[in-house]
């Protein structure tokens, strides 16, 4: 194939692949036997590009013990622990934070063989790699490298490698992730500096910096804006699947869980990608430090609801943990423990008891006794029917009314005679009690957005 020369793709497929919710990025679809040839091409280069390439740069880094190309999430997430150590060690330092517009589209074919040929690459695979994307570009809807083989990344770190020899010249440290690029400096008109002469050099290679994405950070913010990128990494290879994320993600939690007190905002991050990445890697944390965290009580719980049915401490803890002194002052954290007990169906004499104590407690928050109201009403005890009644009748606040004669009627304690005198006494009532005497086998319990 390669002999006859039948090797340059004549017709390929460009898929508008989603970047966020408005922007798109062209992804190539080769057939099988050009990404064959184009793969063993560009692999047949990375041992000699990768040698010319700085420390500072990580991404598709070539492991030549495994003769493979590093896996792109993990390169991406060392290079976020290397920016942590490095920021942690300079925290009065700036940051620069910059990247290349439509990179791989303005990528000049000539320009990256020559750069191929000053490495003295082999020269069978510079030829293929030449032919192949000069073919690319003249007989098809695209420019540049092909977006969707991994091996693109490669021949894209050489095509930047000026700009990292220009930095390291200028004695600043950088980090360089395909075109993300980050620079530290302690100095905010010498990183300036350093932005506009990788501009004059980009512009050179057919290039331009993303004015939208280039800013340079202050030092009392890095952190954050360190923290965030890691977690951008994290989201992003949780929803695509990608290997290694997972280990990433828990040794994040175990990061975020081993501080006192953990980061709130690190927390709730982690709970949600563990619970839609399946892992229970939280669960045995999370029940023994339910007391240490009201304010995450939502968050827990949706994450704890996940792995209910399969792991059968949780429905003992979460029934403890209505009683609880640590959550018994925060409403909130009881709410929503309330709304579990009651979506899972978890029903003992300790939980009732403590049902009870919230509903006759007229100094708890009218909310929290509207979801005592309820779980009676779905779990009633011997007898529980005719007290809810008498507590509806003893209840002077309306909503917490409501939601006793809802629970009246699920505990069998409202009859179609009492709910008619209901409506007939009650005006404030009456749609409740009409809609109540229509039968409906089972009334929705209210719940936020993440229970439903």
Same mark, same amino acid.
């Given at each position: 194939m390669i002999e006859a020369g039948d090797y340059q793709p004549d @017709? %390929?497929? %460009? %898929?508008? &692949?989603? #970047?966020d919710r408005l922007m798109v990025r062209p992804l190539t679809r080769l057939q099988l036997n050009h990404r064959l040839i184009y793969d063993a091409a560009a692999l047949a280069v990375a041992p000699v590009v990768n040698n010319a390439m700085p420390d500072a740069v990580w991404s598709s880094r070539w492991w030549e013990r495994k003769r493979r190309v590093l896996a792109p999430t993990w390169s991406w997430m060392q290079m976020q622990r290397a920016v942590r150590r490095f920021q942690k060690q300079n925290p009065d330092w700036h940051m620069a934070r910059t990247d290349v517009t439509s990179f791989y589209e303005h990528i000049e074919v000539d320009a990256l063989v020559e750069d191929l040929n000053t490495l003295s690459a082999p020269k069978w695979a510079v030829e293929i790699l030449s032919g192949f994307l000069h073919a690319l570009n003249d007989l098809n809807n695209v420019s540049g490298l092909p977006q969707g083989p991994d091996t693109s990344g490669i021949l894209a770190n050489l095509y930047l490698l000026q700009i990292d020899l220009e930095i390291q010249r200028l004695n600043f440290t950088?980090?360089?992730? *395909?075109? !993300?690029?980050?620079?530290? =400096? $302690?100095?905010? /008109?010498? &990183?300036r500096e350093v932005i506009l002469r990788i501009n004059r050099i980009l512009r050179s290679r057919n &290039?331009? &910096? *993303? $004015? +939208? #994405? @280039?800013?340079? %950070? !202050? *030092?009392?913010d890095v952190l954050t804006e360190v923290e965030d990128m890691e977690k951008d990494a994290i989201n992003y290879g949780v929803q695509q699947k990608l290997p290694d994320t997972l280990k990433e993600l828990k040794l994040f939690f175990d990061r975020t869980v081993s501080e006192r007190p953990p980061s709130a905002r690190d927390l709730k991050f982690s709970l949600t990608q563990l619970r839609r990445a399946e892992s229970p890697h939280a669960v045995s944390w999370l029940l023994r430090n339910l007391g240490e965290i009201p304010h995450l009580a939502r968050e827990v719980l949706v994450y704890l609801g996940r792995f209910h049915e399969t792991d059968p401490r949780i429905s003992y803890a979460v029934a403890n943990s209505l009683t609880d002194q640590r959550l018994a002052i925060y409403s909130y954290a009881q709410q929503h423990i309330l709304i579990y007990l009651i979506k899972y169906r978890i029903v003992d004499t300790f939980t009732q008891k403590a049902a009870w104590d919230i509903l +006759? !407690?007229?100094?708890? !928050? =009218?909310?929290l006794r509207e979801f005592a109201a309820r779980y009676i009403g779905r779990h009633p005890a011997s007898g529980d029917g005719p007290r809810l009644r008498l507590q509806f009748m003893n209840e002077e606040n309306l909503r917490v009314r409501r939601a006793l004669l809802v629970a009246c009627y699920e505990s069998g304690g409202a009859t179609n005679d009492y709910l008619s005198k209901i409506s007939k006494s009650h005006s404030s009532l009456r749609l409740t009690a009409e809609y109540l005497k229509s039968g409906p #086998?089972? /009334?929705? @319990?209210?719940?936020? #957005?993440d229970w439903t």
């Open positions: @017709t %390929v497929d %460009v %898929v508008d &692949l989603p #970047k950088h980090f360089r992730y *395909s075109d !993300d690029i980050i620079i530290f =400096g $302690s100095d905010w /008109i010498q &990183l &290039l331009i &910096l *993303s $004015s +939208t #994405k @280039t800013r340079i %950070v !202050d *030092s009392k +006759t !407690d007229r100094n708890a !928050d =009218g909310f #086998k089972i /009334i929705p @319990t209210p719940q936020p #957005k």
